[in-house]
Nanobody, 122 residues
Framework: QLQASGGGWVQPGGSLRLSCAAP????????VGWFRQAPGKEREGVSC????????YTAASVRGRFTISRDNAGSTVYLRMNDLRPEDTAVYFC?????????????????WGQGTLVTVSS
């Protein structure tokens, strides 16, 4: 079961690091994507990383501020979020896909974790 963690409240301009893990399993065989959903909005693909540390993709709305990475063991995927803005407020989800290279199309992902809430406000 995927677990997303690391959300919380932060002031504009602040940073957070989200983690995605599946206890007892390695994620290295899968593409992993990060998605977010704000109240009243559709789920949006934020970033993804291909299997075995393959290519990454980051949506234009967060490019230059968000960075996706894997740990060396392949057990955890991170989303480093810098210069956070109020419009980044959302529930963030991670998901796995058997497809590589990765994509931020939600229908490509078969396993989803519970989300973690990120709130950016002053």
């Amino acid at each position: 079961q995927l677990q997303a963690s690391g959300g919380g409240w932060v002031q504009p301009g602040g940073s957070l690091r989200l983690s995605c893990a599946a206890p007892g399993f390695t994620l290295v065989d899968y593409s992993v994507g990060w998605f977010r959903q704000a109240p009243g909005k559709e789920r949006e693909g934020v970033s993804c990383i291909g299997s075995y540390g393959g290519t990454t993709y980051t949506a234009a709305s967060v490019r230059g501020r968000f960075t996706i990475s894997r740990d060396n063991a392949g057990s955890t995927v991170y989303l480093r979020m810098n210069d956070l803005r109020p419009e980044d407020t959302a529930v963030y989800f991670c998901a796995t896909s058997a497809y590589s290279p990765c994509t931020t199309v939600p229908d490509s992902y078969s396993s989803w974790g519970q989300g973690t809430l990120v709130t950016v406000s002053s």
